[in-house]
């Protein structure tokens, strides 16, 4: 399958500010979203939750956008979706603690991207540095603070200061075309084709 777009060129936008950016990327957006996803959904990644705190309340979310950006300074951002109810919980400045789920987390990547009910209900958490929910049985953890927040089309980039980390044996939940699957049960059966 390929998909083709009308070429856009940023580079005579260089001096908009961030307030004029939306409409910048608005030019040459011809490629199919459903096709894009499809797409996109090739290319593999982890499942992680995000977290942060409300006053008292936990707060958190799934995603898999996460990306480590630079080891020196230390930043890693994701990409949070503008409807998103508890965007405005992870603001500038705020803790956001990055829970990388583990190969049998897959429940727990639909409970903190579903709708309506306490997400945090009857799942094993700990407060972390600065009070962020560490969530039980992951693969690993960070510790960050968000530093900057950038536009990103019908997303938001949140780049994030890492302060601590942490990283299990647990082996990790995989996200590949729309679908989370558990590392060890792909491992074997990729070594079963091969024989
Ligand atoms: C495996 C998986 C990965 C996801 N990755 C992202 C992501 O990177 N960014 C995002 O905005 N939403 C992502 N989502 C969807 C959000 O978790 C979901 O839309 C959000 O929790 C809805 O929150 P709300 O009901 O409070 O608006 C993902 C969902 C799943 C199941």
Same mark, same amino acid.
Request: with cysteine; net charge negative.
């Given at each position: 399958?390929?998909?083709?777009?009308?070429?856009?060129?940023?580079?005579?936008?260089?001096?908009?500010?961030?307030?004029? %950016?939306?409409?910048?990327?608005?030019?040459?957006?011809?490629?199919?979203?459903?096709?894009?996803?499809?797409?996109?959904?090739?290319?593999?990644?982890?499942?992680?939750?995000?977290?942060?705190?409300?006053?008292?309340?936990?707060?958190?979310? $799934?995603?898999?956008?996460? $990306?480590?950006?630079?080891?020196?300074?230390?930043?890693?951002?994701?990409?949070?979706?503008?409807?998103?109810?508890?965007?405005?919980?992870?603001?500038?400045?705020?803790?956001?603690?990055?829970?990388?789920?583990?190969?049998?987390?897959?429940?727990?990547?639909? $409970?903190?991207?579903?709708?309506?009910?306490?997400?945090?209900?009857?799942?094993?958490?700990?407060?972390?540095?600065?009070?962020?929910?560490? %969530?039980?049985?992951?693969?690993?953890?960070?510790?960050?603070?968000?530093?900057?927040?950038?536009?990103?089309?019908?997303?938001?980039?949140?780049?994030?200061?890492?302060?601590?980390?942490?990283?299990?044996?647990?082996?990790?939940?995989?996200?590949?075309?729309?679908?989370?699957?558990?590392?060890?049960?792909?491992?074997?059966?990729?070594?079963?084709?091969?024989?």
């Amino acid at each position: 399958m390929t998909v083709t777009a009308d070429q856009t060129d940023f580079s005579d936008h260089a001096h908009l500010g961030d307030d004029d %950016l939306s409409g910048v990327w608005r030019r040459g957006d011809q490629v199919d979203a459903a096709a894009l996803k499809q797409t996109a959904g090739a290319f593999p990644s982890g499942v992680t939750v995000i977290t942060t705190v409300q006053g008292i309340q936990p707060v958190g979310m $799934t995603v898999s956008s996460f $990306t480590t950006v630079s080891i020196d300074p230390p930043l890693v951002l994701v990409c949070v979706d503008r409807r998103a109810s508890c965007l405005h919980a992870f603001r500038i400045g705020a803790p956001m603690g990055v829970n990388v789920l583990g190969c049998e987390q897959g429940p727990l990547a639909r $409970t903190f991207a579903g709708r309506g009910e306490d997400r945090f209900d009857g799942v094993e958490y700990r407060a972390g540095p600065h009070g962020v929910p560490l %969530l039980e049985g992951t693969s690993a953890w960070l510790s960050t603070h968000i530093d900057r927040i950038y536009d990103g089309g019908d997303h938001q980039i949140l780049v994030a200061r890492v302060h601590a980390v942490h990283r299990d044996d647990t082996p990790p939940l995989l996200y590949h075309s729309g679908r989370m699957h558990d590392w060890a049960v792909a491992a074997v059966a990729s070594r079963a084709e091969q024989h």
